[in-house]
Protein backbone atom coordinates (compact mmCIF):
# COMPACT_ATOMS: atom_id res chain seq x y z
CA UNK A 1 0.00 0.00 0.00
CA UNK A 2 1.26 3.68 -1.43
CA UNK A 3 0.14 6.82 0.26
CA UNK A 4 0.50 9.92 -2.31
CA UNK A 5 0.41 13.21 -1.20
CA UNK A 6 -0.35 15.73 -3.74
CA UNK A 7 -3.29 17.33 -5.48
CA UNK A 8 -6.15 15.25 -6.54
CA UNK A 9 -6.60 17.85 -9.82
CA UNK A 10 -2.86 17.54 -10.39
CA UNK A 11 -0.99 15.75 -13.44
CA UNK A 12 1.56 13.92 -10.65
CA UNK A 13 -1.53 12.29 -9.44
CA UNK A 14 -2.10 10.56 -12.69
CA UNK A 15 1.44 9.68 -13.51
CA UNK A 16 1.55 7.63 -10.42
CA UNK A 17 -1.40 5.94 -10.44
CA UNK A 18 -0.83 5.25 -14.31
CA UNK A 19 3.04 3.75 -13.75
CA UNK A 20 1.86 1.66 -10.41
CA UNK A 21 -0.91 0.32 -12.38
CA UNK A 22 1.76 -1.01 -15.17
CA UNK A 23 4.14 -2.30 -12.31
CA UNK A 24 1.39 -3.94 -10.51
CA UNK A 25 -2.60 -4.28 -10.80
CA UNK A 26 -2.32 -5.18 -7.41
CA UNK A 27 -1.52 -2.63 -5.35
CA UNK A 28 -3.43 -0.41 -3.39
CA UNK A 29 -2.82 3.31 -4.10
CA UNK A 30 -3.91 5.77 -1.12
CA UNK A 31 -4.14 9.73 -2.14
CA UNK A 32 -4.41 12.33 0.79
CA UNK A 33 -5.12 15.33 -1.47
CA UNK A 34 -3.26 18.49 -0.38
CA UNK A 35 -3.03 21.92 -1.87
CA UNK A 36 1.12 21.63 -3.58
CA UNK A 37 0.82 25.60 -3.58
CA UNK A 38 0.08 28.49 -1.86
CA UNK A 39 -0.97 29.61 2.00
CA UNK A 40 -3.04 26.49 2.59
CA UNK A 41 -0.38 24.30 0.86
CA UNK A 42 1.94 23.76 4.10
CA UNK A 43 -0.32 23.10 6.42
CA UNK A 44 -2.25 20.94 4.57
CA UNK A 45 0.79 19.03 3.46
CA UNK A 46 2.21 18.76 7.01
CA UNK A 47 -1.48 17.07 7.83
CA UNK A 48 -1.24 14.83 4.80
CA UNK A 49 2.31 13.52 5.87
CA UNK A 50 1.08 12.73 9.73
CA UNK A 51 -2.01 11.14 9.09
CA UNK A 52 -0.30 9.04 6.45
CA UNK A 53 2.63 7.88 8.54
CA UNK A 54 -0.07 7.06 11.12
CA UNK A 55 -1.72 4.13 8.70
CA UNK A 56 0.65 1.34 8.57
CA UNK A 57 1.37 2.22 4.55
CA UNK A 58 5.05 0.56 3.11
CA UNK A 59 5.65 3.93 1.80
CA UNK A 60 4.36 7.22 0.99
CA UNK A 61 5.07 9.34 -1.92
CA UNK A 62 4.86 13.78 -1.36
CA UNK A 63 5.26 15.19 -4.45
CA UNK A 64 4.02 16.86 -7.40
CA UNK A 65 4.78 18.05 -11.29
CA UNK A 66 7.46 20.72 -11.74
CA UNK A 67 7.02 24.48 -11.73
CA UNK A 68 8.78 27.71 -10.98
CA UNK A 69 10.86 28.22 -7.28
CA UNK A 70 8.15 29.92 -6.15
CA UNK A 71 5.33 27.71 -7.03
CA UNK A 72 7.59 24.85 -5.30
CA UNK A 73 8.46 27.24 -2.23
CA UNK A 74 5.71 25.19 0.44
CA UNK A 75 8.61 22.50 -0.12
CA UNK A 76 11.33 24.60 0.90
CA UNK A 77 9.39 24.68 4.57
CA UNK A 78 11.09 24.42 7.66
CA UNK A 79 7.98 22.46 9.22
CA UNK A 80 7.33 20.22 6.00
CA UNK A 81 11.22 18.82 5.82
CA UNK A 82 10.70 18.58 10.37
CA UNK A 83 7.37 16.31 9.66
CA UNK A 84 9.17 14.78 6.68
CA UNK A 85 12.34 13.35 8.78
CA UNK A 86 10.28 12.54 11.84
CA UNK A 87 7.63 10.26 9.49
CA UNK A 88 8.44 6.29 10.24
CA UNK A 89 6.69 5.51 7.29
CA UNK A 90 9.42 5.23 4.45
CA UNK A 91 8.91 8.82 2.39
CA UNK A 92 9.72 9.58 -1.32
CA UNK A 93 10.48 13.26 -2.44
CA UNK A 94 9.14 13.71 -5.95
CA UNK A 95 8.75 17.34 -6.59
CA UNK A 96 9.43 19.32 -9.23
CA UNK A 97 11.85 17.47 -11.93
CA UNK A 98 15.31 17.17 -12.53
CA UNK A 99 16.79 20.84 -12.04
CA UNK A 100 14.14 20.97 -9.24
CA UNK A 101 15.64 20.28 -5.45
CA UNK A 102 14.21 21.58 -2.15
CA UNK A 103 14.27 21.09 1.15
CA UNK A 104 12.68 18.08 1.50
CA UNK A 105 14.42 16.21 -0.43
CA UNK A 106 17.84 15.94 1.68
CA UNK A 107 15.22 15.15 4.63
CA UNK A 108 13.87 12.09 2.64
CA UNK A 109 14.27 8.42 2.39
CA UNK A 110 14.64 8.82 -1.49
CA UNK A 111 14.77 11.44 -3.85
CA UNK A 112 13.28 10.98 -7.51
CA UNK A 113 12.92 13.45 -10.39
CA UNK A 114 9.36 12.86 -10.96
CA UNK A 115 5.74 11.26 -9.82
CA UNK A 116 6.61 8.75 -12.35
CA UNK A 117 10.04 8.07 -11.00
CA UNK A 118 8.27 7.97 -7.38
CA UNK A 119 6.11 4.99 -8.39
CA UNK A 120 8.53 3.07 -10.14
CA UNK A 121 10.80 3.56 -7.01
CA UNK A 122 7.55 2.32 -4.38
CA UNK A 123 5.90 -0.33 -6.53
CA UNK A 124 7.93 -3.53 -7.76
CA UNK A 125 7.40 -4.39 -11.31
CA UNK A 126 5.23 -7.76 -10.21
CA UNK A 127 4.15 -8.25 -13.76
CA UNK A 128 8.09 -9.46 -14.88
CA UNK A 129 7.27 -12.16 -12.41
CA UNK A 130 3.85 -12.61 -13.13
CA UNK A 131 5.40 -13.34 -17.09
CA UNK A 132 8.01 -15.43 -15.55
CA UNK A 133 5.80 -17.99 -13.45
CA UNK A 134 3.90 -18.26 -16.69
CA UNK A 135 7.08 -18.71 -18.67
CA UNK A 136 7.91 -21.50 -16.04
CA UNK A 137 3.93 -23.12 -16.18
CA UNK A 138 3.98 -23.57 -19.52
CA UNK A 139 7.80 -25.02 -19.43
CA UNK A 140 6.69 -27.38 -16.46
CA UNK A 141 3.55 -28.22 -18.57
CA UNK A 142 5.47 -29.36 -21.77
CA UNK A 143 7.94 -31.26 -19.51
CA UNK A 144 5.02 -33.66 -17.77
CA UNK A 145 3.54 -34.14 -20.99
CA UNK A 146 6.15 -35.01 -22.62
CA UNK A 147 7.54 -37.42 -19.37
CA UNK A 148 3.62 -38.96 -19.44
CA UNK A 149 4.11 -39.68 -23.26
CA UNK A 150 7.76 -41.33 -22.50
CA UNK A 151 5.95 -43.56 -19.75
CA UNK A 152 2.92 -44.25 -21.64
CA UNK A 153 5.13 -45.74 -24.83
CA UNK A 154 7.36 -47.18 -21.96
CA UNK A 155 4.19 -48.74 -20.56
CA UNK A 156 2.81 -50.03 -23.72
CA UNK A 157 6.48 -51.45 -24.48
CA UNK A 158 6.66 -53.72 -21.12
CA UNK A 159 2.49 -54.33 -21.70
CA UNK A 160 3.40 -55.81 -25.31
CA UNK A 161 6.43 -57.95 -23.35
CA UNK A 162 4.09 -59.17 -20.85
CA UNK A 163 1.49 -60.35 -23.02
CA UNK A 164 3.95 -62.02 -25.20
CA UNK A 165 6.14 -63.86 -22.53
CA UNK A 166 2.65 -63.99 -20.21
CA UNK A 167 1.95 -67.68 -18.54
CA UNK A 168 -1.34 -67.68 -20.15
CA UNK A 169 -0.23 -67.35 -23.53
CA UNK A 170 2.89 -69.94 -22.79
CA UNK A 171 0.38 -72.49 -22.03
CA UNK A 172 -2.37 -71.96 -24.85
CA UNK A 173 1.27 -72.12 -27.32
CA UNK A 174 2.55 -75.35 -25.52
CA UNK A 175 -1.58 -76.56 -25.34
CA UNK A 176 -1.71 -76.03 -29.21
CA UNK A 177 1.49 -77.39 -30.09
CA UNK A 178 0.53 -80.31 -27.73
CA UNK A 179 -2.82 -80.77 -30.15
CA UNK A 180 -0.74 -80.62 -32.64
CA UNK A 181 1.67 -83.21 -31.71
CA UNK A 182 -0.85 -85.28 -30.79
CA UNK A 183 -3.00 -85.10 -34.13
CA UNK A 184 0.36 -85.89 -35.83
CA UNK A 185 0.77 -89.24 -33.55
CA UNK A 186 -2.28 -90.09 -34.12
CA UNK A 187 -1.91 -89.85 -38.03
CA UNK A 188 1.29 -91.74 -37.56
CA UNK A 189 -0.33 -94.67 -35.90
CA UNK A 190 -3.27 -94.76 -38.00
CA UNK A 191 -0.62 -95.42 -41.09
CA UNK A 192 1.68 -97.48 -39.43
CA UNK A 193 -1.11 -99.84 -38.18
CA UNK A 194 -3.24 -99.37 -41.74
Not at 3 to 18: E, L, N, P, R, Y
Not at 66 to 73: F, I, K, N, R, V
Not at 94 to 107: F, K, P, Q, S
Not at 158 to 173: G, I, T
Request: with cysteine; hydrophobic share 40%.
Amino acid sequence: TVGIITSKDGQAIKDICKVAGKRNPYVQLVLYHVNVQGKNAVSTIVEGIKYMDKQGFDTIIVGRGGGSDEELMAYNDELIARTVYEAATPIISAVGHEGHWTLIDYVSDKRVATPSEAAEEAVPDVMVDVHRVDQLKRSLEINMRNQIQQRKLLLQAKMAALEKNSPERRLKERSDRLALLSERLREGMNRLFD
